[in-house]
């Protein structure tokens, strides 16, 4: 597809189907004004992450990386009445920020936020497991460590998501440690003797694996 069309195809998916609500557009602000990193999932990625928890009927996520809470709210929103998404967030000021969007967005009591590194936190979810669906969106050198987690904690059937898949491009001419660790992370998955996977070309580039034994 060439550049002009693809950039049209998006802007009708934006528009059609990945609108943001009031609620959307406050935390994006709020991120700015707060002073947090501008980083969260763009619409369209945000939409295809709450609709691919809704589609696998995910009760039980995790997330690691909540930021400001926008994505959280996206998978919280597609979640069952009793469902719980426990988001992991390094940043103490983040985690405060965020607790309070999940909060505006009347979702606080979906929504547990732990603040620590996702390689520290994630060992203490591991006795409630299996888990439905993971979301990761954190540090791109321990990516390969939540795959790991991912492939003993999800149910068969479960799903593994991660943002940043072309790290802006990164993984085509690795320099960086984060450029090689999203290499490595991809390959990983595509090989990966317990994941059916792919990447969906949006945004950064959404990989996706489904969990098979
Ligand atoms: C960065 C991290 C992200 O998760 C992202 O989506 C974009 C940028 C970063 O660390 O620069
Ligand atoms: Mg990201």
């Not at 950039?7 to 991120?31: I, K, N």
């Not at 707060?34 to 696998?56: D, F, M, T, Y």
């Not at 888990?131 to 321990?142: E, L, R, S, V």
């Given at each position: ?17 990945a609108?943001?609500?009031?609620t959307?557009?406050?935390?994006r ?16 990625e ?17 997330e690691v ?14 979640l069952?009445?009793d ?14 920020v965020?607790?309070?969007?999940f ?15 996702g ?6 979810l591991a ?5 439905d ?21 999800l ?12 790290w802006?491009?990164g993984?085509?001419d ?7 660790a999203?290499?490595?992370?991809n390959l ?11 990447i969906?070309?949006?945004?950064d ?8 034994c």
């Amino acid at each position: 597809m060439n550049q002009s069309l693809s950039q049209r195809c998006h802007a009708y998916v934006s528009e059609h189907f990945a609108r943001e609500d009031e609620t959307l557009r406050y935390v994006r602000q709020q991120t700015a004004a707060r002073g947090l990193p501008q980083i969260s999932l763009e619409p369209n990625e945000a939409k295809l992450l709450h609709l691919l928890v809704r589609l696998c009927g995910a009760a039980r996520v995790v997330e690691v990386g909540t930021l400001a809470g926008y994505s959280g709210i996206c998978i919280a929103r597609a979640l069952p009445d009793d469902g719980q998404l426990i988001t992991i967030e390094v940043s103490s000021l983040h985690a405060e920020v965020a607790r309070a969007h999940f909060e505006y967005a009347g979702l606080a009591d979906k929504v547990t936020v732990l603040q620590g590194a996702g390689v520290d936190v994630l060992p203490k979810l591991a006795a409630d497991a299996p888990y439905d669906f993971m979301f990761i969106d954190a540090d791109k050198g321990n990516y390969h460590n939540y795959l790991a987690w991912a492939a003993d904690h999800l149910r068969i059937g479960g799903v593994v998501m991660a943002d940043n898949a072309f790290w802006g491009g990164g993984i085509f001419d690795p320099k960086s440690d984060d450029d090689h660790a999203m290499v490595a992370f991809n390959l990983s998955l595509a090989e990966h003797p317990r994941f059916d996977s792919t990447i969906i070309e949006v945004g950064d580039g959404i990989a996706v694996g489904v969990k098979t034994c």
